[in-house]
């Protein structure tokens, strides 16, 4: 029988690991995975250079989510198929299925795990980890057909409650080439607590907006919610951190590393 | 002025970034630290072997948390240092300290991030990353000097109320060649729920331990929680994820890669 193996991309180019490279000469097929996270433009240029190899074949998300992976399947029943997915493999749970499918049938399956936003946003704001709740994607709204993301406020809230920080992530259409920026995000949030009839709006509360986050053009800023909306965050990706209770050291870190202003920092010392 | 940058090692031998190795080599002094996060005992000797460096110069607890990283900072105030730090070098909190003393004085600070049992743990048990709650660490009790870990008990609780899952890290005593394991896990958590007097037991809920994650001796069982007392996991690291309400598809990926006992599955799939 024959293997499967899971490699992440990582944040940034070059990200992925040092021992991923020789599995990736060795396969009898590359599969490359664009849609689900923004990826610098030159990655997969880096990987030719690197790996010596440059027929990776581009997965739509038709070829994973409609016709279920089948052409990797058919590579991973009798050889070596890679599947190079952005970010680490399984935050995309879409991927999972496939995993599942490949191990039904017998094939080995392995994973190469690489860097995610979902443990990089703490080194990038200096936030806690132990100390976001879950995680929540905030989707462009669709009131034509009826969706609106009230359950992605409803979880940051709940969160709040809790004293906790939330992860945005902010919705990525690669088909149609467009990726929810922080100001959009920050406007989707207060037009949803407009609709929902909140009791104390959640504008003033301090949000960190982190663009390209392990990128060398990482660019990240602290401030009020609703200030984070005039900030110009430049290209995607993008993530937004709704922030709960903080502790002192996290202050501090927000002041250095995201410009947190001098007198929102002071304010939420004397709260505490 | 100079310049520290923190690499990530990721979980196992050969995951830390391909582009970091250049940075490695550059140089002017590497340090590392062991204390956080148990690596395979060999990634040093790879270390060497792929960068051609050997004057790793290996940093204690006390280094770092007493002396601030003052031998550290002495370097990158005016060279290159680097830092390498198992995982994803922010998970461990402790290192934002010395991020955030850099940057005080004048010194660039780069992440180059990497693989974490954060996000790991989605893709080695099929649980959806953005069910699980916020993640806790298990510290040995010390009755003798007070302390009893009840708040690791209690933030279960609370993201089982809400459905979600906890990943449960377990203590590491580097200096005293000791890390818990997930029967001892198992053991003092029901330890702690019985001297709470919890009205519900949580000994039969699904959980999963898994072993060395990433690692190509990775292993990973699911079943109840009390049962997974009996299982031998092998060498650490370990971690233990109590989960919450379980969609379907998460039913199916822990019996297909964490061997869930079929009995268990059903009476899942039926509760819905």
């Known amino acids: 029988m024959g293997k499967l193996v899971f490699i992440g991309l990582g944040l940034f180019t070059g990200d992925l690991p040092y021992r991923a490279v020789e599995v990736i000469r060795r396969a009898d097929a590359v599969f490359i995975e664009l849609y689900t996270t ?13 790996t010596g190899r440059s027929d990776f074949k581009i997965l739509t998300r038709s070829d994973l989510e409609d016709r279920g992976g089948e052409d990797v399947l058919e590579v991973a029943a009798k050889g070596l198929a890679v599947l190079l997915v952005g970010g680490d493999p399984f935050v ?9 499918e490949a191990e039904r049938r017998g094939i080995e399956t392995e994973v190469i795990h690489s860097s995610s936003i979902i443990s990089a946003i703490a080194g990038a704001t200096g936030l806690h980890v132990y100390k976001f709740g879950r995680c929540v994607t905030l989707v462009y709204p669709q009131p034509e057909v009826g969706y609106i993301p009230y359950s992605t406020y409803e979880v940051i809230l709940e969160n709040i409650e809790r004293g906790l920080h939330t992860l945005v992530l902010l919705d990525y259409r690669h088909e149609e080439g467009r990726a929810m920026t922080i100001p959009e995000a920050v406007s989707i949030l207060l037009w949803l607590e407009e609709r929902l009839g909140v009791e104390k709006s ?56 995201c410009h947190l202003p001098r007198e929102l920092a002071i304010k939420l010392l004397r709260r505490r």
């Open 38 to 50: 923004v990826l610098p433009q030159d990655y997969i240029e880096y990987l030719i250079k690197i």
């Open 92 to 100: 995309a749970t879409t991927h999972m299925a496939l995993r599942v």
């Open 202 to 257: 959640i504008r003033d509360r301090v949000a960190v907006g982190a663009a390209r986050v392990g990128w060398s053009t990482e660019f990240v800023r602290a401030d009020t919610l609703a200030n984070l909306r005039e900030v110009d965050f430049g290209a995607p990706p993008h993530v937004l951190v709704i922030t709960g209770d903080l502790h002192p050291t996290e202050v501090e870190a927000l002041e250095v590393l």
